[in-house]
């Protein structure tokens, strides 16, 4: 007996403007423009190993530091449903890639982000949803195998 089997439709990499990037002021973003990087893509491309952002951060004279975290925050903006909306809030959550959070448990995962939206906005009203979490973690792992 043949069973059909799910097939779950291909997920693509979004990629933003850099300017879309949490946490980027306007210098910041003029400074990776002129270096050719106007979009995520393209800093992931340039920060894709540990030696190529210490070379970013010498050729900018931005800590390594601040190009990590805008590094991992274009990885994980690459997951539809995260974007650029959603990946801050991963981050300081304590996730900093696609790979960790495909990994995660939701249940964990809803808890660090509670304690962060309790800590930081002293609310839990507006905190992403168990299912709302569940479709970044599922869809991380479908980016994954892609």
Do not use: F
């Not at 390594?64 to 300081?92: E, F, T």
């Amino acid at each position: 007996m043949n069973h059909p089997t799910t097939k779950h439709p291909k997920i693509t990499s979004c990629y933003w403007e850099i300017s879309q990037l949490p946490g980027l002021d306007a210098d910041n973003i003029k400074l990776l423009n002129k270096c050719g990087i106007e979009n995520t893509q393209q800093l992931l491309a340039r920060g894709s190993n540990n030696a190529h952002k210490i070379a970013l951060s010498n050729q900018l004279g931005i800590n390594i530091r601040n190009i990590s975290k805008w590094v991992a925050m274009s990885d994980l903006a690459r997951v539809p449903s995260i974007g650029y909306q959603y990946c801050g809030v991963l981050l300081h959550s304590g996730v900093s890639s696609v790979n960790q959070l495909s990994h995660m448990s939701i249940q964990q995962l809803h808890k660090q982000i509670l304690r962060l939206y309790v800590g930081t906005i002293k609310s839990r009203q507006i905190c992403p949803s168990v299912d709302v979490i569940q479709t970044w973690i599922k869809q991380s792992q479908r980016l994954g195998k892609n």
